[in-house]
């Protein structure tokens, strides 16, 4: 039997990435014509199957017939994470599987971690979509399989880690076939450079796809220390940005650079092409509306909300959902001749590593999992008030568990930072919105 569910997922998966690579370039007409039919089928899900959508539209009189594209999912209640938070089981479908799905756990840089249900055929889709940027990879390195990957993410060995699982999971539920397979070297963004760099020069990866802020630290380490014997042919990068001074230098190497837009809620949201001008969105799957304070979409060009709808995920079915970034739509044409939407992500600089007086360097991205076994905690924020002091903020709603958990947070950051640092946890009833309107997780020193 599980030959045979590996044979099917095989197909599913060869059967969807069928012209992906082209996709991008179709006429618009033609994507939002698909993505108007994912929306419908979706919708039949959400009412008929996912209990918060069917007492929306009860609530509401909205009828199934009354979605009939993108533009009407405004006309359903505006999500976030904190409805999720409250809620998860209200958005999972009735018919969900749960066992022979996915459960990814969000990083919680948006100040709360969730955990995400997702089904086997959103993430084969999402597998077969990913030749849409795979391509701009690929291409400059000049073949598209049997090539080798170095994958920097935080403890890849751990069942938190998003990006060696669901590899995992597409390896141990699909057949590939005898040359495809694609080589890969999975490294704890954790490490300093200087510890991993040797197993990376062993290595030679081609690609090297990791965190913005993992390419940031280890190009500005080997810039000024000139350790790097391989040089890799291409490096995408995703979770943060990276720096003007990296991009350049990756610029000066000959390296070809690509970022992703992706989140647990949705997988792939966009991607960035040769041209370096802002996120491809891929509408047909992920349809974004950016939204002012008041939940209506603002003009093109116009700063708001990133609000999206997975039409992939049945498990755990998401539309109008704030993931709580904030963007703005690119107005024209892109200069690389895909047709699918651009927008620009606003606010924040790329998090700089740490560094600590022993030259111990911290990865900010470690910083959110020592909130990852903290069910109670709500929402949380670190502000960086100098080189080595922080102040940590927890909403924590149970007023009974504010104690025990802070005290855990405290000694977390303790055994991380190892006397290094100075770490202030104080519990608040909420945390405040930056000036462009969205909750910063992390504050680096001088921004505060």
């Known amino acids: 039997m599980n030959s045979l569910r590996r044979l099917y997922w095989t197909i599913f998966l060869a059967v969807n990435m069928r012209g992906q690579s082209r996709y991008p370039f179709r006429p618009r007409a033609s994507i939002e014509a698909d993505r108007d039919r994912a929306v419908r089928r979706m919708a039949k899900v959400a009412v008929r199957q996912v209990p918060f959508y069917r007492r929306a539209f009860a609530a509401s009189g909205l009828r199934l017939e009354d979605i009939r594209g993108a533009s009407d999912l405004a006309r359903l209640p505006l999500i976030d994470a904190n409805t999720l938070r409250d809620g998860p089981a209200d958005f999972i479908a009735d018919n969900a599987d749960l066992p ?67 590899q995992r999971f597409l390896r141990d539920n699909a057949f590939l076939p005898r040359g495809a397979a694609v080589e890969r070297l999975y490294i704890d963004a954790a490490e300093p450079p200087q510890k991993y760099l040797p197993r990376l020069d062993e290595f030679r990866p081609e690609i090297i796809q990791a965190y913005g802020s993992s390419v940031d630290e280890l190009f500005e380490y080997v810039t000024s220390s000139g350790a790097l014997r391989h040089t890799p042919r291409a490096v995408y990068f995703h979770s943060d940005g990276i720096s003007p001074r990296t991009r350049a230098r990756l610029g000066e190497l000959g390296i070809a650079v690509c970022s992703t837009y992706e989140a647990c809620e949705a997988l792939k949201i966009g ?92 990865n900010p991205s470690e910083l959110y999992l020592v909130f990852l076994g903290e069910p109670m905690l709500r929402e949380h924020q670190i502000v960086q008030l100098g080189p080595q002091r922080f102040r940590v903020a927890l909403v924590i709603p149970e007023e009974s568990q504010r104690s025990a958990c802070r005290e855990r947070v405290r000694r977390a950051f303790a055994a991380l930072f190892g006397g290094e640092a100075v770490v202030e946890v104080v519990c608040v009833d909420q945390i405040p919105l930056s000036p462009g309107g969205k909750k910063r997780s992390f504050i680096p020193m001088g921004e505060s």
């Open 271 to 362: 991607f960035e092409c040769e041209a370096h001008a802002g996120y491809h969105v891929n509408i047909d799957t992920y349809p974004v509306r950016i939204v002012d304070e008041h939940g209506h979409d603002v003009e093109p060009g116009d700063a708001g909300r990133v609000v999206i709808s997975n039409l992939s995920n049945r498990a755990m079915v998401l539309l109008n959902y704030d993931l709580g970034d904030r963007a703005r739509w690119l107005v024209g044409p892109c200069a690389c001749g895909r047709t699918l939407p651009r927008l620009e992500l606003l606010e924040g600089s790329p998090l700089k590593p740490l560094m600590l007086p022993s030259g111990r360097v911290i």
């Open 100 to 166: 022979s799905c996915l459960v990814l756990k969000t990083s919680g840089s948006s100040g709360q971690s969730r955990e995400i249900p997702i089904d086997a055929a959103a993430l084969f889709r999402n597998a077969a979509q990913g030749e849409r940027e795979r391509t701009i990879m690929t291409a400059a390195i000049g073949r598209r399989y049997g090539y080798r990957e170095a994958v920097i993410v935080l403890n890849p060995s751990l069942t938190e880690s998003s990006t060696p699982r669901v």
